[in-house]
């Protein structure tokens, strides 16, 4: 496996009068395979487009101010996504809750205190390997543990303790690597004047690995917010007629009420469920926005 | 602040010693507290999908479990054989790597070989937007998009069929693919691409005979984590693929994966504590196993890797 190549004999130096015959050959097996990379890369970019372009026919004709604002209902006529955007705003906003303290406070554990020892690099290890368990075994765990164990029901809260412990793993990695590009001048003048470790991560590192921490919190929560399987295994439901108003509250959301609809035989809920698959990209295209414009602002400030 | 200054001057060690302020042990206990929730989560993972599996295989053998090719909890005919799921897992992840492999492949070496940095800075934004789209995005792409295609095609094709869910399963991973490739190969230090270039070497030879197998390690590696997140897809596959397990090599026929069975459980009345709903545990079990066992794979591979140029 130590995979050094290019000690292929086979292309030894031959006398230059062959070599010199070859090389039109060989660069025309260039270019071929350039247009071949070059139609890999172009697949998936045609993939993507054929994708939104698809959802948008598909759901434009559905999409309307009553559509966000009304209710599902077995009428596709009325039926509406408010229930699902609300739940999804609620869903976001605990798992922000959730995973932001738990998941800074481990990755300044991990920067900050830690000894570099086994049971840090085994943390180190677990977290890695956590950020690669299918999504659906946290719905699992959640069920198990969030849903029953503690009794919290087919809540907000159950929800979106699971998620939040999804996107842990990820929220963690982006904090280290923020935590990380701190430069330790900033730490040293801080030890240098007497602070103590605390204060110095409070007061000098944090406020600079922020944005990075920031961007990585935003990028964390649209993963969530996009996930359904979790949420189908903690029993969220496809028919919720009211709002939601504590997070004990049953609830919906987005990729729910879309995986409802598609699973549909009627056309109408076809339309339905790409319609709001257009509002839940956009919302995931704003978030995403979002955390470009903080990273290079952030970027730029530093550079 | 003050007597701070006093200590520091003491004590020029910088390492962190516990005991200076009670507030500053009690901080550092807390975020080590936060530090564990990750190694509690592994923990309840595997504590749950053995107790709760536990009653299951106290009723059905591990053997027959395993072995077994029929899969019907579900039916008044209960047979507990996990291979027809397995077997619709593995069918619907060969025919993703099919299309995954290669296009993530070509499309790493053109990002990391021929691209001018100005098209690379292009790409791989839209190859993020092509990751981050949601699965079950994905699954109405397939069943309402590319089904009815395949099936123009293939009149046989059903209307769930597992073809379908292997193109978008394939879709979805070639940007990981693309990206951990493209990673190992900009690691590959340029020495050894002058070296090449220098004996003559034309960049189609570069690339597939030097940087490629230089990186070869790494590329396996993003393989192996491509499969495990194949395996481990669910959404896409529910649409698409249908609730028919069955031994098939038939990429026409609707199959069932095992996270397709577990939605179908919990989306169904399943009584708790009934042997149909312990079923979701031990398939789940499986699941876990198998990704963990690619993803420990894949790190060790990447592991051996770096050690090579560091």
């Avoid at chain 1, 890695?128 to 543990?145: C, D, E, F, T």
């Avoid at chain 2, 027959?64 to 799921?85: A, C, E, H």
């Avoid at chain 2, 939605?263 to 312990?278: A, D, F, N, R």
């Amino acid at each position: 496996m130590s995979g050094r190549g290019g000690s292929d004999d086979r292309h030894g130096p031959a006398d230059g009068e062959r070599f010199d015959s070859r090389l039109a050959r060989r660069r025309r097996t260039g270019k071929i395979f350039q247009g071949v990379c070059l139609a890999s890369i172009a697949f998936s970019l045609v993939m993507l487009v054929t994708l939104l372009a698809d959802v948008v026919i598909d759901g434009a004709a559905w999409l309307s101010a009553d559509f966000l604002t009304s209710f599902p209902s077995r009428i596709p006529d009325r039926a509406g996504i408010k229930p699902a955007i609300l739940g999804t705003v609620w869903i976001m906003a605990l798992v922000a809750a959730l995973s932001f303290p738990f998941g800074v406070g481990a990755a300044i554990y991990l920067e900050e205190y830690a000894p570099r020892g086994r049971l840090t690099k085994l943390i180190q290890t677990n977290i890695a390997n956590l950020a690669g368990v299918p999504s659906i075994v946290y719905g699992i765990l959640g069920l198990a543990i969030f849903v029953r164990f503690f009794g919290l029901g087919r809540s907000l809260l159950a929800g979106a303790a699971t998620l939040a412990l999804l996107v842990l793993p990820v929220v963690i990695i982006a904090a280290q690597e923020a935590i990380r590009a701190v430069p330790s001048s900033l730490r040293e003048a801080a030890y240098g004047v007497g602070a103590t470790r605390w204060q110095v991560v409070r007061h000098h590192v944090l406020p600079v690995a922020m944005p990075g921490i920031l961007t990585g919190m935003i990028l964390s929560l649209s993963r969530a917010i996009g996930e359904t399987a979790p949420v189908i295994m903690i029993g969220a439901l496809a028919f919720v007629a009211f709002t939601p108003t504590s997070p004990m509250d049953l609830f919906t959301v987005l990729p729910i009420q879309i995986f409802n609809w598609t699973a549909r035989p009627q056309a109408d809920f076809h339309g339905l469920a790409a319609a709001a698959i257009v509002v839940l990209l956009v919302l995931l295209l704003l978030m995403n926005a979002t955390a470009i414009l903080l990273r290079n602002r952030y970027q730029s400030k530093r550079g | 602040m003050n007597e701070n200054v006093g200590t520091a001057g003491a004590n020029p060690d910088l390492r962190w010693r516990p005991g200076r302020r009670v507030g500053e042990r009690v901080i550092a206990g807390l975020l080590a507290l936060c530090g564990l929730v990750s190694v509690l989560t592994t923990v309840g993972i595997v504590v749950v999908l053995l107790t709760e599996s536990a009653g299951f295989f106290r009723e059905v053998p591990l053997v027959d479990f395993l072995t077994g090719t029929q899969w019907s909890p579900l039916y008044t005919d209960q047979q507990f054989g996990i291979l027809p799921l397995l077997n619709g897992t593995l069918l619907i992840a060969v025919g993703a790597m099919v299309i995954a492999l290669p296009v993530g492949l070509t499309s790493a070496i053109y990002l990391s070989e021929y691209a001018s940095p100005r098209v690379r800075g292009v790409v791989k934004p839209l190859l993020e937007i092509l990751a981050g789209i949601p699965t079950v995005v994905y699954g109405y792409f397939a069943l309402l998009f590319i089904t009815p295609l395949l099936r123009a095609v293939f009149p046989s094709a059903g209307v769930y069929n597992a073809a379908s869910a292997a193109i978008v399963v394939g879709i979805m991973i070639i940007p990981m693919v693309a990206s951990l490739s493209e990673d190992a190969l900009s690691a590959v230090p340029r020495a050894l691409r002058e070296a090449a270039y220098g004996l003559g070497a034309t960049k189609f030879e570069v690339s597939t005979r030097v940087a490629v197998p230089a990186a070869l390690s790494g590329i396996v590696a993003s393989f192996i984590l491509a499969i495990s997140r194949a395996v481990g897809e669910t959404m896409a596959v529910t649409l698409a693929a249908g609730a028919t397990p069955r031994m098939t090599l038939s990429f026409l026929e609707s199959v069932q994966t095992m996270t397709a069975y577990i939605v179908q459980v919990s989306l169904g009345e399943t009584p708790h504590g009934s042997i149909e709903y312990e079923t979701i545990f031990a398939v789940g079990l499986v699941l876990f196993c198998m990704t963990l066992a690619m993803n420990l794979i894949s790190n060790r591979i990447t592991a051996r890797f770096r050690e090579v140029y560091e």
